[in-house]
């Protein structure tokens, strides 16, 4: 995240002035405003099962009954969507805490207007775990020490978190090598040896351990058992130019977060809609947590994290980037 950092501050500020919404006065007009007229408000997304409240609320009509039009824009990446939001491509992205924190605190004008996901804080039943082959010898997270460990990033929310409970277990998580790799490809390279151990998600996290990985740590509850791990965010350009969308984005993605929580069911029908989840695979996963609430304790403490286990070099203002 942060090697992009620096070319996005050079730039951000002219392409938010021509590419932002807001910017023609018509778009300041709509469906907030009061003029009848539905906003156009793009978001881009990630195929994961965090996102699932956004399919829920346009399916359940909850963004248009608040005078909005949203275009979801999937990507393989929070890299690819933190840049799009700061120059002004899309309105509205989706990230999680730890890409939002490095980003603001490398100066990008970013600001959180709605939580996204959380771990259930139940461990066993999260949707993030750390998992090993039953005959690798790893059976605390103190273990990983000496061994590879695949991340999907690293320098970010899974190094750290690991990181923490490798600490909290007794051991030197320095000692633990990090390797980046996608999340679909680390099932196979558990099972094949090509590393020893694997913080991985849902769905993937249910393939791996339906070939027969085993959890020695359910690290996102165990750092904190109401940790907010992702949220919907947008620029302080958008912030500022059209405070009316943006209140009614987050009070539309709100509801959805809360009607998803309340149905849980209903998250698990619309994954078949942007994922690659099969049907039958859906109805086996652990979702995540979709409180309507941001945690803002657990967003400190992920700050926090990022400078203990040298994600940054100086403490992060939260401030910042918090609603």
């Not at 990230?95 to 600001?111: D, F, K, M, Q, W």
């Not at 040896?193 to 509850?221: C, F, K, R």
């Not at 698990?268 to 690659?276: A, P, Q, S």
Request: negative net charge; aromatic residues 6%.
């Amino acid at each position: 995240m942060r090697h992009i950092a620096t070319w996005l501050l050079g730039v951000s500020v002219l392409l938010l002035a021509a590419c932002g919404p807001g910017g023609d006065g018509e778009a300041q007009e709509a469906g907030p405003a009061g003029n009848g007229e539905l906003t156009e408000v793009t978001v881009g997304v990630l195929p994961i099962v965090d996102v699932a409240p956004i399919y829920v609320g346009i399916e359940q009509g909850l963004f248009e009954e608040h005078g909005l039009e949203l275009t979801l824009e999937l990507a393989q990446g929070g890299a690819a969507v933190i840049p799009g939001v700061v120059a002004g491509q899309i309105q509205v992205g989706f990230s999680n805490i730890t890409s939002l924190l490095l980003a603001s605190h490398e100066g990008l004008p970013l600001r959180i207007v709605a939580p996204g996901s959380s771990t259930t804080g139940q461990p066993g039943q999260d949707y993030a775990a750390v998992v090993t082959n039953p005959d690798s010898g790893i059976e605390t997270p103190a273990d990983l020490t000496g061994h590879t460990v695949a991340v999907n990033t690293l320098n970010n929310i899974g190094d750290s978190t690991v990181s923490k409970v490798v600490n909290d277990d007794g051991a030197d998580p320095s000692a633990v090598e990090f390797i980046e790799l996608g999340f679909p490809d680390m099932p196979a390279a558990l099972s094949s040896g090509q590393v020893d151990a694997a913080w991985i998600t849902e769905p993937h996290l249910s393939t791996a351990m339906d070939q027969g990985a085993v959890p020695i740590s359910w690290n996102y509850a165990e750092v904190h058992p109401e940790l907010t791990v992702a949220a919907y965010f947008t620029s302080q350009h958008v912030m500022s130019s059209d405070p009316e969308t943006v209140e009614a984005f987050t009070t539309a993605m709100r509801e959805a977060l809360t009607y998803t929580q309340q149905n849980p069911q209903a998250g698990i029908n619309v994954l078949g809609e942007y994922t690659e989840i099969e049907s039958d695979t859906a109805q086996q996963l652990s979702m995540p947590e979709f409180g309507s609430e941001i945690n803002t304790a657990t967003v400190q403490l992920l700050a926090d994290l990022a400078l203990e286990y040298d994600l940054v070099s100086s403490e992060i203002d939260v401030s910042t980037l918090l609603p």
